[in-house]
């Protein structure tokens, strides 16, 4: 088992940068692909970015493509979200995911997730 643990959202301006942290317990971390997701109150949850256990592959949304980074410290057991440049349809809560295989994680069939943090980014 693995469980997951967001921080780091909040308020901020548009054009403002926020880093999400997910920290991760229960069994080895390195060896699991991460990803985020993000969903809004009545839409379906939505891919973001993935990263595999070696940090060596990474995959993002094209709506985020340029904007944040995904990262990862297996030493720390906890995966990064930076987020520049935001703007106001980037608010939702985000989700951290983890799962063997990074084509999982992609296409949001983890087998773990967190309880996600809130993101808000004002006009």
């Known amino acids: 088992q693995v469980q997951l643990v967001e921080s780091g959202g909040g308020l901020v301006q548009a054009g403002g940068s926020l880093r999400l942290s997910c920290a991760a317990s229960?069994?080895?971390?390195?060896?699991?692909?991460m990803g985020w997701f993000r969903q809004t109150s009545g839409k379906e949850r939505e891919f973001v970015a993935a990263i595999s256990w070696s940090g060596g592959s990474l995959d993002y949304a094209d709506s985020v493509k340029g904007r944040f980074t995904i990262s990862r410290d297996n030493a720390k057991n906890t995966v990064y979200l930076q987020m520049n440049s935001l703007k106001p349809e980037d608010t939702a809560v985000y989700l951290c995911?983890?799962?063997?295989?990074?084509?999982?994680?992609?296409?949001?069939?983890?087998?773990?997730w967190g309880q996600g943090t809130q993101v808000t980014v004002s006009s």
């Open positions: 995911a983890a799962d063997w295989a990074i084509a999982t994680v992609i296409k949001g069939e983890s087998a773990y």
């Open positions: 229960g069994r080895t971390f390195g060896i699991y692909a």
